[in-house]
């Protein structure tokens, strides 16, 4: 079993910046990327940033030049920077990895979410 724990989240002021971090535990052999996603109240899920095992980075063109997404392997913990927010970027923000486990199955798992609020 795999869990990812978020931390970071918060309000604040439009231009402020905030840093999400999700770090994962349990039976981790292998993580073959991670990422974030967000879900406002009334809309789907979307996607935010990934990143691979090879730092191959991903952006919603929402968010390009605004977030960077990082990761420290050796501590299997993946980080949102978020600058220049916007009111728009209000949502629960998601963490989610590819895992490959002990056993060698690779599966898809989520964190419980995490708020972020940008007042305008």
């Known amino acids: 079993q795999v869990h990812l724990l978020e931390s970071g989240g918060g309000l604040v002021q439009t231009g402020g910046s905030l840093r999400l971090s999700c770090a994962a535990s349990?039976?981790?052999?292998?993580?073959?990327?991670m990422g974030w996603y967000r879900q406002a109240p009334g809309k789907q899920r979307e996607l935010v940033t990934t990143i691979t095992s090879r730092e191959n980075t991903n952006y919603a063109d929402s968010v390009k030049g605004r977030f960077t997404i990082s990761r420290d392997a050796a501590k299997n913990t993946v980080y949102l920077q978020m600058d220049s927010l916007k009111p728009e970027d209000t949502a629960v923000y998601y963490c989610?990895?590819?895992?490959?486990?002990?056993?060698?199955?690779?599966?898809?798992?989520w964190g419980q979410g995490t708020q972020v609020t940008v007042s305008s």
């Open positions: 989610n990895a590819v895992v490959v486990d002990g056993r060698g199955s690779m599966d898809l798992y």
């Open positions: 349990g039976s981790i052999f292998s993580i073959k990327a």
